[in-house]
């Protein structure tokens, strides 16, 4: 499974697929999952602790506002680790991570250098966290 680490408290990668995906994100600590996959949340139907789903397509357009209210707000509220995904951990759970980082008040281009989020939905999260 792709991961990486991108502060103390925030994990980016790929769908966790089976038991042992499962393992290894408890076994780095994470507590918290933020899923922006578009297909149904079961791949993670076995996780014990606390979701977020987030369905988005993987199309390009702007990021749903709410979408990412509702994924910064469970960042918040988390306690422990938090690991946000989409299917390959390339493109919308990168996305989110940025537009997390940037709520917390990082600067853009050091969110952007950790997160590596996909350069079409950037400005849709810029846009999000202007009207904040």
Request: charged residues 25%.
């Amino acid at each position: 499974m792709r991961y990486r680490k991108i502060t103390s408290k925030l994990i980016c990668g790929a769908v966790p697929e089976a038991q042992q995906d499962d393992d290894l994100l408890k076994s780095l600590g994470v507590s918290c999952v933020i899923n922006c996959v578009e297909e149904p949340a079961n791949q993670l139907s076995r996780w014990t602790g606390s979701q977020c789903y987030l369905p988005q397509l993987d199309d390009g357009t702007a990021r749903d506002s709410a979408l990412l209210a509702r994924g910064i707000e469970f960042f918040k509220n988390s306690i422990g680790i938090v690991y946000v995904h989409c299917w390959e951990g390339k493109r919308r759970g990168p996305t989110m991570a940025y537009a997390i980082l940037r709520a917390e008040g990082m600067l853009k281009e050091e969110a952007f250098s950790l997160a590596v989020p996909a350069l079409d939905y950037l400005g849709s999260v810029e846009d999000f966290l202007a009207k904040k």
